[in-house]
T-cell receptor, first 116, second 116 residues
Framework: DSGVTQTPKHLITATGQRVTLRCSPR?????VYWYQQSLDQGLQFLIQ???????AKGNILERFSAQQFPDLHSELNLSSLELGDSALYFC???????????????FGNGTRLTVT | AQKITQTQPGMFVQEKEAVTLDCTYD???????LFWYKQPSSGEMIFLIY??????QNATEGRYSLNFQKARKSANLVISASQLGDSAMYFC?????????????FGKGTLLTVNP
């Protein structure tokens, strides 16, 4: 058990809809990362938050947004969903943000999103 | 250009034998870290081993070792005495030290199948 909790485990929704994925990082971890895993694109970095502030953006669509709350949990909001958004969405956390080259990301079990 | 290249989409190994999974990387940053993760069919991402760019010795963690050849920019994972439970996707990832972005960039992965 990585200590990172993601809910829900599975989500099935229709095109055009909006969903929210939730992540609770490991106790004490200030950094949260969101990744999207699909068969054709592999593991793609979406966005990183550190202690409530956005720190880095990757290949995140404008239809997607995220935030990290004061209690450090994070939410990823996906709107105007398309079939191509079907993927496994991972949240990960790490202990340090700077100077922590050797700090691994600890991943949650992911949310499997299916858009029909 | 791909930052992380895993050239073996699939590998097969007999139980109890050793196997090497290849990973090459591309960076101009002198400070970086290399990680390997395992993803079983159940989907979770499990951190296996870490190698820093300044580490003098190859990293080892139990049956996992990392064959780090800095001049060749390769960081191959060696699994000794393979077990059936080692059957999974294996991902190589890199974190670069420059800037404030501490994301991991992942390769496409290698699917390892351990045969009895």
């Amino acid at each position: 058990d990585s200590g990172v909790t993601q809910t829900p485990k599975h989500l099935i929704t229709a095109t055009g809809q909006r969903v929210t994925l939730r992540c609770s990082p490991r106790s004490g971890d200030l950094s949260v990362y969101w990744y999207q895993q699909s068969l054709d694109q592999g593991l793609q970095f979406l966005i990183q938050y550190y202690n409530g502030e956005e720190r880095a953006k990757g290949n995140i669509l404008e239809r997607f947004s995220a935030q990290q709350f004061p209690d450090l949990h994070s939410e990823l909001n996906l709107s105007s969903l398309e079939l191509g958004d079907s993927a496994l969405y991972f949240c990960a956390s790490s202990a340090v943000q700077t100077g922590g080259l050797n700090s691994p990301l600890h991943f949650g079990n992911g949310t499997r999103l299916t858009v029909t | 250009a791909q930052k992380i290249t895993q050239t073996q989409p699939g590998m097969f190994v007999q139980e109890k034998e050793a196997v090497t999974l290849d990973c090459t990387y591309d960076t101009s940053d002198p400070s970086y870290g290399l990680f390997w993760y395992k993803q079983p069919s159940s989907g979770e991402m499990i951190f296996l081993i870490y190698q820093g760019s300044y580490d003098q010795q190859n990293a080892t963690e139990g049956r996992y070792s990392l064959n780090f050849q800095k001049a060749r920019k390769s960081a191959n994972l060696v699994i000794s005495a393979s077990q059936l439970g080692d059957s999974a996707m294996y991902f190589c990832a890199m974190r670069e030290g420059g800037g404030s972005n501490y994301k991991l960039t992942f390769g496409k992965g290698t699917l390892l199948t351990v045969n009895p």
